[in-house]
């Protein structure tokens, strides 16, 4: 019986690490990511830190799925402050992560 649940338990969390949780808005769909490099000509607006889960029950959520949450939160902050670029300026560390929102198209507006 104690293994049956540890199994379900164990089920249980494998399914909802490899859920998404994080849903794209409507300003974040208009918000690309790019590299420092691709922003040379762009206006810097500020910077977002996003942060998120990326442990479940104690388990380790997927790496990609993480790094994929993070950029929608990025992205969905940036467009609220009218920026249609982000760029991550940190590594991921314990489900965060900084970065830089830029305007590329009509910097000077």
Same mark, same amino acid.
């Given at each position: 019986?104690?293994?049956?649940?540890?199994?379900?338990?164990?089920?249980?969390?494998?399914?909802?690490?490899?859920?998404?949780? $994080?849903?794209?808005?409507?300003?974040?769909?208009?918000?690309?990511?790019?590299?420092?490099?691709? +922003? %040379?000509?762009?206006?810097?607006?500020?910077? +977002?830190?996003?942060?998120?889960?990326?442990?479940?029950?104690? $388990?380790?959520?997927?790496?990609?799925? #993480?790094?994929?949450?993070?950029?929608?939160? %990025?992205?969905?902050?940036?467009?609220?402050?009218?920026?249609?670029? +982000? #760029?991550? #300026?940190?590594?991921? #560390?314990?489900?965060?992560?900084?970065?830089?929102?830029?305007?590329? $198209?009509?910097?000077?507006?």
């Amino acid at each position: 019986m104690k293994s049956k649940s540890l199994l379900l338990t164990i089920l249980g969390t494998c399914l909802l690490s490899a859920c998404t949780w $994080v849903k794209m808005t409507p300003e974040g769909e208009k918000v690309r990511v790019l590299s420092q490099e691709d +922003v %040379a000509t762009c206006k810097k607006l500020g910077k +977002v830190h996003a942060a998120l889960k990326d442990k479940v029950a104690g $388990v380790d959520r997927n790496q990609e799925k #993480v790094r994929l949450e993070l950029e929608t939160l %990025a992205r969905n902050h940036a467009g609220t402050l009218n920026g249609d670029t +982000v #760029v991550p #300026v940190s590594d991921i #560390v314990e489900g965060k992560q900084t970065y830089e929102v830029y305007r590329c $198209v009509n910097p000077g507006s």
